[in-house]
């Protein structure tokens, strides 16, 4: 199956330091207008999380801005997380332009949307993105800035779909990251950023170090066997009834190719 067939919710994996990581389809395509044409493919956000010391910095307290673009978070996820997938999968990620806020601390605050969006490959949703912005979670409407648009698989959430995302240490939730700040702090407030709790709560809140979901956008076309993400170069096979990593080949004309220089028949010719 390929990622672009894959309903939204299926899960997948991918390696993360060599290890299989579970993350769930979100959304196919761009969300909404306010994305840009780059948003394409299918969006899936990791299920495991990763506890890291940089989300601290997402707003600068020297400068007093909120912008994610500068932060520890985005430069730790665009290398160093980035750096932990598969190398044949990490050519595969799709680089997107994602709506942001770009202002300094107070109102009136403006978001950078479309092709004037962050570049990047590896991210954090925002609270909109996760059904916690205020035009879906209208009850706590003045704390949050508009970073996008929700995503398939949150429209309708329920607080126990939320559950299934809770970051638990013993029976203690430490809530997930987004790259939403609280528009309501400001000065030595800067810091303050937008958690999704257990109960699907949106919180805003500052500590050394932070739950996070990386987000990426994966090709349509990308394959998926055995709930693997698969390349030319990591083609999962079957042995003895054990699924092990290969490298899938093809006969062709009675010479094996790899997959990526298969041949196929177009039009009656045979073109790589």
Request: with cysteine; proline share 4%.
């Amino acid at each position: 199956m390929r990622i672009g067939n894959m309903a939204v919710g299926s899960l997948l994996q991918l390696r993360v330091k060599g290890e299989l990581m579970s993350f769930r389809v979100m959304h196919h395509g761009k969300p909404s207008e306010v994305y840009d044409d780059s948003f394409l493919g299918g969006t899936v956000l990791m299920l495991d999380w990763q506890e890291t010391p940089y989300y601290q910095n997402v707003s600068s307290s020297q400068t007093g801005k909120r912008n994610y673009p500068a932060s520890a978070a985005y430069s730790w996820l665009g290398s160093t997380f980035l750096g932990y997938l598969d190398e044949a999968v990490q050519e595969q990620v799709v680089e997107v332009k994602l709506p942001y806020r770009t202002d300094t601390d107070g109102e009136p605050y403006d978001v950078a949307a479309g092709s004037d969006g962050v570049a990047a490959k590896v991210w954090l949703p925002s609270a909109v993105e996760v059904a916690r912005g205020s035009s879906y979670q209208t009850d706590q409407s003045t704390f949050y800035v508009e970073e996008g648009a929700v995503f398939d698989y949150w429209k309708g959430a329920s607080a126990e779909q939320y559950t299934d995302w809770a970051c638990l240490d013993g029976d203690e939730d430490d809530g997930w990251a987004t790259r939403t700040m609280n528009k309501n702090y400001y000065g030595s407030g800067s810091l303050y950023y937008n958690w999704v709790s257990q109960n699907g709560l949106c919180i805003p809140g500052t500590r050394q170090k932070g739950n996070i979901r990386p987000c990426l956008v994966l090709p349509d076309e990308l394959l998926v066997v055995n709930g693997n993400v698969t390349t030319a170069a990591n083609f999962p096979v079957k042995v003895g009834g054990v699924w092990k990593d290969g490298t899938a080949s093809v006969k062709c004309g009675g010479v094996w190719n790899a997959a990526a220089a298969a041949a196929s028949k177009v039009d009656g010719v045979w073109k790589e």
